[in-house]
């Protein structure tokens, strides 16, 4: 179940540098590819950022402390155990994978950064995916993009991917990535896990400026069910490949920036029309708020209402829960007769209560439809901030009584 | 569905100076009690606490406004529509029922306090209300407290009350108390619905404190989905009518808060064991921790996390959901290493990890009880706080998805 066609662009351009390869190292399931090895350039620079859950996975902090001190030459990612909840055996586990992917390839252990996604507390199979290695380095392939999309998926019930090319001066930039997550879903810092890379030629600090502001705007505005997991990662690659050098307060910073948000964005939407049990794809928009905190507050409180979403899943234009939510959020001295809301382009609530002009049928008709924005304007400041979310189904509680082992 | 065996009191003892008269005005079905009129002798204080959700329903205005000025004599509650998110009109229908009520009996409109419980959103149905009163008088009995409690039910699936004496010094004092709440609970100063009446003689003040303090040790720390109610309002009266005076300081008030504390934490547990699709009762408890704050902060998360609540649905003694929530409730520089985590009496994670000594089918015997406490121990304070929940059940889903009019 996921809502909308499938997401996955048509065409997903190769970027030079950066090379990919999948094996399968039967970590839940025999057969099953989940270990994807990503090999960089030598002048690939590389920046990301990470889970800010204190229980952060044993591989985020050893990818955190290795991408600080050398350029990364490889990622490492499997799927299938989060290698989270492990204690001092799982920094073991980790970097015994590093190693021995170094080993393989002539280059130091710190230039691996390892990443792990799937069932947490469970010690990690590092002799499986060590086995698994030779054959994921044997397929490496500048191809292999939707591949590796499927290799990191979870309970994703469908890959996600997406791609673009800049035309600038009469050069070229692409930029391709990929991203999974399904539940666990409210990423603080980044999402389960994103890689994107470029072949522009990007000094590090300035590629850590634009990971950070396009992960801000699109993996951190979204939740499927408002717990953060301590796997997130998000990973930003410039290859420097495509000769174009891209530097600080430039017009072309500006440019990629832009195509860069933009491939971030559809790579989270993607995540959130993926929720687990998700059969409605909802954007919570938050106007008139007097800071972005004070808006980012109301949209979470309604976007994770349990009774919000499952009057949402119900196609139950119940304005009464959304009231109720926005009174809770927690907002100083808020006025709410000058709040007004609105589906799509219906006005249901304002001055306390129902619209004057609602009906219950012009509400019914929005609430019908798989994409649904709900609009709130608080009419105290400018700010004006969006996130994204699902419905709450019978799905999902299956999906999460019955997934573990 | 609720979890364990009905805890309504066997005996319910009457309060001398408190009758209530029960009747039906055909709010949502016919023939269905909805209406309850409490009358209070003319020696009775009144105190409440009320819903801090900024979209406080009318009623909720209306009773603060009343009670501040006045000695209420009436209180005149209604189920199947809670008079919210009704604005200026939802004002004016509050004080007709309180005029209508003050009518029939010759008090003033202003010591009558209304209470609404039901659908948001819906006007009021004022004439059927009135309607109903004169059946209400006539039926006014000091031992209609059962009846009281089935009566404000809305999605509840059972009637609470609690009910006890102290006897001190020769003298006796009767509490007896009733409330009402399913779902929208996480109250913020009270629950759904809470009334509890004591003979005692007590100033207003004295009552207040004694309200306000009882109401912060239960209402207060109870969860079923998050979504604090727009209606919430908790009363105690102490009639008078016993002769037995209750002052501030003294040995009796302490032993009265005692009793009282636990009249509301019964009614308290109550509601939560009998929450929307509840299977399971669940105790959260923090302790070692730097403040109350924190310590609720981290309960709360653990809590209302929706893959905590499943995996409690489930049986499942999923460890690592329980850690990820602990590690993203936003504790500042919290040491993941000196954390423990218990169910029961069973340790199952410490040191940042699954406990050496765990065993799954340890973990599987604990959680397949209807009854559960998490401990978690942060290991660098000294506050303890517990907060009470429920399971996310599939109906929890069906009910809210399908509830409303």
Chains 1, 2 share one sequence.
């Not at 035309?167 to 399904?182: L, M």
């Not at 309604?302 to 927690?330: C, H, M, Q, Y």
Request: aromatic share 6%; glycine share 8%; proline share 3%.
């Amino acid at each position: 179940m996921a809502v909308g066609p499938s997401t996955l662009a048509a065409v997903l351009h190769p970027v030079k540098g950066v090379r990919i390869g999948i094996a399968s190292a039967g970590i839940k399931k025999p057969g099953r590819k989940d270990v994807v090895v990503f090999e960089l350039a030598e002048s690939a620079t590389v920046a990301g950022v990470f889970t800010k859950n204190a229980f952060c996975a044993a591989p985020v902090t050893v990818a955190k402390q290795h991408l600080a001190k050398t350029s990364p030459r490889y990622l490492l990612i499997n799927t299938g155990n989060a290698n989270a909840g492990t204690g001092e055996i799982g920094m073991a586990d980790a970097n015994s994978c590093c190693v021995a992917l170094a080993e393989l390839t002539g280059f130091s252990a710190e230039q691996v950064l390892p990443f792990s996604t799937g069932v947490i507390g469970e010690k990690l199979p590092v002799e499986k995916i060590v086995a698994a290695l030779p054959q994921a380095l044997a397929d490496f392939s500048e191809g292999n993009w939707e591949a590796a999309a499927t290799g990191i998926m979870t309970t994703d019930t469908r890959p996600k991917a997406t791609s673009r090319q800049i035309d600038w001066q009469g050069q070229s930039i692409t930029i391709t990535g990929i991203s999974k997550g399904a539940g666990m879903i409210k990423p603080n810092m980044a999402t389960m896990l994103g890689y994107v890379a470029c072949d522009a030629q990007i000094d590090t600090s300035l590629l850590q400026e634009i990971v950070s502001e396009a992960a801000e705007a699109s993996f951190n505005r979204i939740t499927v069910d408002g717990d953060t997991s301590t796997n997130d990662a998000c990973v930003l690659i410039a290859s420097g490949t495509s000769g174009v050098i891209v530097t600080a307060d430039s017009e072309l910073r500006a440019l990629l920036q832009a195509e860069i948000n933009a491939v971030f964005l559809e790579l989270a939407h993607a995540i959130v029309r993926d929720g687990e049990g998700a059969t409605k794809f909802v954007a919570v928009k938050v106007a008139g708020a007097n800071s972005v905190e004070e808006a980012l507050k109301v949209a979470y409180t309604v976007a994770e209402s349990p009774l919000v979403k499952t009057a949402l899943f119900a196609s139950d234009p119940n304005w009464g829960r959304i009231l109720a939510a926005i009174g809770r959020a927690g907002v100083d001295q808020l006025n709410v007769d000058a709040i007004a809301v609105h589906l799509d382009d219906v006005l249901i609530a304002e001055k306390g209560g129902r619209a004057a002009s609602y009906t219950e049928a012009a509400g019914a008709a929005v609430m019908k439809q798989e994409e649904i924005t709900i609009s709130i304007n608080l009419n105290r400041g400018d700010v004006t901030e969006t996130v994204w979310t699902t419905d709450f189904s019978y799905d999902y509680v299956k999906i999460n009584a019955e997934y573990r082992s």
